[in-house]
């Protein structure tokens, strides 16, 4: 089945503790993205890459980092988190061969609390 | 800049009656449009898009959008809600334009009534 997966689906943390959500796809996917959600404020997009070792800053960049070592993998780091960061979080991928209107794949979300 | 904007933060129908959700938006070329439903606990789905051609586009579960260009606006309609299309709804645009990023709006929820 095609799909995108992100782990893990809920997380509680502290301010200041390292971490990483995965998200994978099983879709060869060039493009893949993540977005935060939060009520009132739609998604906005974190990060983005285009293809492998091809990341650039989305909307709201500030605290994350993210990687591209693998075409199916794109983990978002959030290095030192704070409160500000509680949100539910997605991936999301899009094949670019048929231009800029294919459709994005969203993963389920992560439900991050940061207390 | 490009921007979407959905108007209304909810929309309350009763099951049977036909549904609309309003979005509008503005770019300064010529825009793909897509809409998105999210139920609860999962992620996004798309729904439906328009890229050129006709301005009634048809899409899953029985929805359909019509693009209008001289009001700037892509609303989402369905003949007939079903209690089961209950759930938020997200408007988004992006220019035909390399580099450009698909910008949601901040979603419309839709409650159908039995």
């Known amino acids: 089945e095609a799909q995108v997966t992100q782990n893990p689906r809920y997380l509680i943390t502290v301010t200041g503790k390292k971490l990483t959500v995965t998200c994978s796809q099983n879709m060869n996917h060039e493009y893949m993205s993540w977005y935060r959600q939060d009520p009132g404020l739609g998604l906005r997009q974190i990060y983005y890459?285009?293809?492998?070792?091809?990341?650039d800053k989305g909307d709201v960049p500030e605290g994350y980092k993210v990687s591209r070592k693998e075409k199916r993998n794109f983990p978002l780091i959030l290095e030192s988190p704070s409160p500000n960061q509680t949100s539910l979080y997605f991936c999301?991928?899009?094949?670019?061969?048929?231009?800029?209107?294919?459709?994005?794949?969203f993963g389920n979300g992560t439900r991050l609390t940061v207390t | 800049a490009q921007s979407v904007a959905q108007p209304e933060d909810q929309v309350n129908v009763a099951e049977g009656n036909p549904l609309t959700v309003k979005c509008t938006y503005s770019?300064?070329?010529?825009?793909?449009l897509f809409w998105y439903v999210q139920y609860p606990n999962r992620g996004l789905q798309f729904l439906l898009k328009?890229?050129?051609?006709?301005?009634l586009v048809k899409g899953s579960y029985g929805f359909e959008a019509e693009f209008n260009k001289s009001q700037t606006s892509f609303h989402l309609k369905k003949p007939s809600a079903l209690v089961s299309d209950s759930a938020l709804y997200f408007c988004a645009v992006r220019l035909n334009q390399a580099g450009t990023a698909l910008i949601f709006g901040k979603g419309t929820t839709l409650s159908v009534s039995s």
């Open positions: 770019v300064s070329g010529n825009p793909y």
């Open positions: 328009y890229i050129t051609g006709d301005n």
């Open positions: 999301a991928s899009r094949s670019t061969g048929t231009g800029l209107n294919s459709p994005l794949h």
């Open positions: 890459s285009m293809n492998v070792e091809a990341t």
